[in-house]
T-cell receptor
Framework: GQNIDQPTEMTATEGAIVQINCTYQ??????LFWYQQHAGEAPTFLSY????GLEEKGRFSSFLSRSKGYSYLLLKELQMKDSASYLC????????????FGKGTKLSVIP | DAEITQSPRHKITETGRQVTLACHQT?????MFWYRQDLGHGLRLIHY???????NKGEVSDGYSVSRSNTEDLPLTLESAASSQTSVYFC???????????FGPGTRLTVL
């Protein structure tokens, strides 16, 4: 089976840094995705990790440790518009394009 | 610009009726997916397709069917709608190489 865990909710202050963790236990592993979803909207792609290490993209970075089954999304210089849900998703098998999603972390950015 | 669209955006129907939700993408992607999203469950895969005439069951496929007669469209049919199928439905597509999934705007379905 597949199990992906994320915190349900987080709150952070505008201008600060926040780290959203994701742990996974899946039958295999072939990549981890992070998506952002604003309330009432579709998920949009943020980042992809398949090898261990940090991927940086502007204010957002994503880290992966395959041996620990662990990833995090780091958001720097938080802005009010970053208030959204952040979804962690794992692709378990090579050649399979299916994703298994965690339940998402709702981030609230406060002034 | 290439895009993925869903229709209708909102639908109210009655228990027992057949309902079809449309999904259309203009990226020429081979892979297409249907998810439902409910509070407390996140996104769950209903059905998916890797090409024309290919369809596969996902995690929560009971009560749903899909068909793929061309590359652009993957309609989702609820054979006999049930109140438990009240949800927000998202369609997504991806290409085989860089297989990032891109999502449509969603359809909010209410079954009374």
């Amino acid at each position: 089976g597949q199990n992906i865990d994320q915190p349900t909710e987080m709150t952070a202050t505008e201008g600060a840094i926040v780290q959203i963790n994701c742990t996974y236990q899946t039958s295999g592993f072939n990549g981890l995705f992070w998506y952002q979803q604003h309330a009432g909207e579709a998920p949009t792609f943020l980042s992809y990790n398949v090898l261990d290490g940090l991927e940086e993209k502007g204010r957002f970075s994503s880290f992966l440790s395959r041996s620990k089954g662990y990833s995090y999304l780091l958001l720097k210089e938080l802005q009010m518009k970053d208030s959204a849900s952040y979804l962690c998703a794992v692709r378990a098998r090579p050649g399979s394009y299916q994703l298994t999603f965690g339940k998402g972390t709702k981030l609230s950015v406060i002034p | 610009d290439a895009e993925i669209t869903q229709s209708p955006r909102h639908k109210i129907t009655e228990t027992g009726r057949q309902v079809t939700l449309a999904c259309h993408q203009t990226w020429n992607h081979n892979n297409m997916f249907w998810y439902r999203q409910d509070l407390g469950h996140g996104l769950r895969l209903i059905h998916y397709s890797y090409g024309v005439h290919d369809t596969n069951k996902g995690e929560v496929s009971d009560g749903y069917s899909v068909s793929r007669s061309n590359t652009e469209d993957l309609p989702l049919t609820l054979e006999s709608a049930a109140s438990s199928q009240t949800s927000v439905y998202f369609c997504a597509s991806s290409e085989r190489g860089p297989d990032t999934q891109y999502f449509g705007p969603g359809t909010r379905l209410t079954v009374l």
